[in-house]
């Protein structure tokens, strides 16, 4: 009978594969990368197989590594929800990674609504554009805006909601300018951005406009914080109905054009082995019942 390698040096040789660098893995899993470099050597002489080779400054899988890698991220992920079912997955924090925008404006106030779906269970919903690495128990799930997530084998995907998209003003703000009722206006107009002008790009291709000139205006990195600027009467942000729903019913925000353009949707992400756990299900009823599109019509 083989003797299995080090449980620390599979952990440590996972995070190297992963991160593409020792000093990382080193700094992820708390040692020194001379540390991880040891793990290394003691499990290629364990395996007696190559399982790294060089690359510039940096270390590459070799293609027996790239195979032993993927076979122990998957032996990972079976650990862990073998830890969760024995701890008893449905009384357990779910860490929950979702978009600043959505949490603020969508699901803290609809938290009271979890114990509809689970009186044991709690989620720690962290703000952030960052996407977790879900394999390695960074986090339990995330909530994502995306059409076509990037999946492998070992992660699973479903819409909750797939919102219009359509420019947003205070009424003040419309009130000094000239009526913007065409696309042709509405790209000369002060604009609010995200990161970069690319949603909106992005949309006025989706909305119809032939072509999409040089665009200018503020750029505000967040979605919500573009918004809020909107109602501050700065400028036209670009909203989803789910994010600005309390703002069009108060009209604080109004309208400008019209559209039912549908650019991406909200989606859940998590590890396919999880999948059925009980506090995951809980989590994606809820999900689905806190995104829901209420308004009539839309």
Same mark, same amino acid.
Request: proline share 5%; charged share 20%; glycine share 6%.
């Given at each position: 009978?083989?003797?299995?390698?080090?449980?620390?040096?599979?952990?440590?040789? &996972?995070?190297?594969?992963?991160?593409?660098?020792?000093?990382?893995?080193? +700094?992820?899993?708390?040692?020194?990368?001379?540390?991880?470099?040891?793990?290394?050597?003691?499990?290629?002489?364990?395996?007696?197989?190559?399982?790294?080779?060089?690359?510039?400054?940096?270390?590459?899988?070799?293609?027996?590594?790239?195979?032993?890698?993927?076979?122990?991220?998957?032996?990972?992920?079976?650990?862990?929800?073998?830890?969760?079912?024995?701890?008893?997955?449905?009384?357990?924090?779910?860490?929950?990674?979702?978009?600043?925008?959505?949490?603020?404006?969508?699901?803290?106030?609809?938290?009271?609504?979890?114990?509809?779906?689970?009186?044991?269970?709690?989620?720690?919903?962290?703000?952030?554009?960052?996407?977790?690495?879900?394999?390695?128990?960074?986090? +339990?799930?995330?909530?994502?805006?995306?059409?076509?997530?990037?999946? +492998?084998?070992?992660?699973?995907?479903?819409?909750?909601?797939?919102?219009?998209?359509?420019?947003?003003?205070?009424?003040?703000?419309?009130?000094?300018?000239?009526?913007? +009722?065409?696309? &042709?206006?509405?790209?000369?107009?002060?604009?609010?951005?995200?990161?970069?002008?690319?949603?909106?790009?992005?949309?006025?291709?989706?909305?119809?406009?032939?072509?999409?000139?040089?665009?200018?205006?503020?750029?505000?990195?967040?979605?919500?914080?573009?918004?809020?600027?909107?109602?501050?009467?700065?400028?036209?942000?670009?909203?989803?109905?789910?994010?600005?729903?309390?703002?069009?019913?108060?009209?604080?925000?109004?309208?400008?054009?019209?559209?039912?353009?549908?650019?991406?949707?909200?989606?859940?992400?998590?590890?396919?082995?999880?999948?059925?756990?009980?506090?995951?299900?809980?989590?994606?009823?809820?999900?689905?019942?806190?995104?829901?599109?209420?308004?009539?019509?839309?």
């Amino acid at each position: 009978m083989s003797t299995l390698p080090s449980l620390t040096a599979m952990k440590a040789f &996972e995070a190297v594969g992963r991160t593409g660098s020792v000093r990382s893995a080193g +700094d992820e899993i708390g040692v020194s990368h001379t540390v991880v470099s040891r793990h290394l050597r003691h499990l290629q002489e364990s395996l007696g197989v190559a399982l790294f080779q060089p690359e510039g400054r940096g270390i590459i899988l070799t293609p027996a590594g790239r195979i032993y890698h993927a076979e122990i991220v998957k032996a990972f992920s079976l650990l862990r929800a073998a830890t969760t079912e024995i701890r008893g997955s449905s009384s357990r924090h779910l860490e929950v990674w979702c978009m600043p925008g959505i949490i603020s404006r969508r699901l803290l106030p609809q938290l009271p609504q979890l114990n509809k779906h689970s009186m044991r269970l709690a989620i720690n919903l962290r703000p952030t554009l960052a996407l977790p690495r879900l394999e390695t128990g960074e986090a +339990d799930a995330s909530i994502m805006y995306s059409d076509r997530p990037e999946l +492998d084998g070992l992660l699973r995907a479903e819409s909750l909601a797939r919102p219009r998209v359509f420019p947003v003003a205070s009424p003040a703000f419309l009130a000094r300018h000239t009526k913007i +009722d065409t696309l &042709e206006k509405l790209v000369v107009a002060p604009l609010l951005h995200e990161e970069t002008t690319a949603y909106w790009t992005a949309w006025l291709i989706e909305a119809g406009i032939g072509r999409v000139p040089l665009l200018g205006g503020q750029r505000l990195w967040h979605s919500h914080v573009a918004i809020e600027a909107a109602r501050l009467g700065q400028g036209i942000a670009l909203a989803n109905e789910l994010l600005v729903e309390e703002e069009i019913s108060s009209g604080s925000l109004v309208e400008v054009i019209s559209s039912e353009t549908r650019m991406s949707s909200y989606q859940i992400v998590s590890l396919a082995s999880r999948w059925e756990e009980p506090s995951l299900r809980a989590l994606r009823s809820w999900l689905h019942d806190a995104l829901a599109i209420r308004k009539s019509g839309a």
